[in-house]
């Protein structure tokens, strides 16, 4: 497959200006070009002490995202995707011998800049031109008939993820079910916020973290929920709201640049948990990175925030 360079569609307000001067090449620009990512092979780790925790600072919620954080989904939701293009003859150019395929290198580069399958969709469709399928045999021109395209493609993408979960062959990353088990009996508060379809990530949880822990969420958001996608910080900006508790002593788990970006949009802390798609980013904005949650625990989270608060 050829080449294609990725940008970010435009975010609104402040949160996407500010992204826009950090990380420059998450700005809307024809013909931009994404500069490669500063490779970070080792965990960044940040020490901290007890002594300078002032009584305020305080851990009220840890937030989850899913996809890369709770499992490595990334060749799951592309062999997905490429189910469905393969299912209904996507052909992108038209004129391609073949349905379109996106490779495993094209692919990490693509989720780690846009959030969502079906922007996704709509960022590639428009840079290479919108294919013909079974759905239309000649491309769609009206923005009704480009979004039933998106929306048929995405529907049957989703029921595939769902079959390659409900396989049993997909296991939770290391580290997650531990701590999130720590939180719930700290008496902290637990979320898991995804940029995914509900549907999929309601399966997801069920399957893999269980339907006692996934009931026991003290909140739950997904892509359907909000208008703006990562890095867009809305989708934690709501879950603070719906926790009830202040953005600054939230603390997200992410994976990867466009998560931290949300994360810090919202005013809240990150760590970060890296998968091998996501391991050379600039995470320099992260209070701290891992290999996986294996030998993280509750009380080290708590003590980086709480240095967080004190030196910000």
């Known amino acids: 497959m050829a080449s294609t360079s990725l940008f970010l569609p435009t975010t609104a307000g402040a949160a996407a200006a500010a992204t826009a001067r950090r990380y420059p090449f998450f700005s809307h620009r024809s013909h931009s070009h ?132 409900k396989s049993g062959t997909v296991e939770p990353r290391p580290g997650v079910l531990q701590l999130m088990d720590e939180v719930k009996g700290a008496g902290h508060k637990l979320a898991v916020c995804s940029a995914a379809t509900k549907s999929s990530v309601i399966m997801c949880l069920e399957n893999l973290i269980g339907l006692e822990r996934f009931n026991g969420l003290d909140c739950f958001l997904a892509g359907d929920d909000v208008k703006l996608k990562k890095p867009d910080p809305t989708i934690y900006i709501t ?51 891992y290999p996986d949650l294996s030998n993280v625990r509750l009380e080290d989270l708590k003590l980086l925030l709480r240095k967080t608060l004190v030196t910000g």
Request: some cysteine; aromatic content about 8%; proline content about 6%.
């Open 34 to 165: 994404v500069p490669s990512t500063r490779l970070r092979r080792a965990p960044r780790l940040v020490a901290v002490s007890a002594a300078t925790s002032p009584a305020s600072s305080s851990l009220d919620a840890l937030i989850f995202d899913c996809d890369g954080v709770i499992l490595e989904s990334e060749n799951l939701h592309r062999q997905a995707y490429n189910d469905a293009f393969a299912h209904f003859g996507v052909r992108c150019p038209p004129a391609s011998a073949d349905p379109l395929c996106w490779d495993e290198a094209f692919y990490d580069e693509l989720q780690n800049r846009i959030g969502g399958g079906k922007p996704k969709m709509r960022w590639y469709f428009g840079e290479n031109g919108w294919p013909s399928s079974k759905i239309f045999e000649t491309p769609p021109s009206t923005d009704s008939d480009k979004e039933k395209l998106v929306d048929i493609i995405q529907d049957w993408k989703t029921e595939r993820y769902k079959e390659i979960i």
């Open 239 to 289: 879950a603070a709201e719906k926790l009830g508790v202040e953005s600054k002593n939230c603390l997200v788990v992410e994976d990867s640049v466009i998560g931290l970006l949300a994360a810090k949009g919202a005013g809240m802390s990150c760590v970060i948990t890296y998968t091998p798609s996501t391991a050379s980013q600039d995470f320099t904005d992260a209070i701290a990175t």
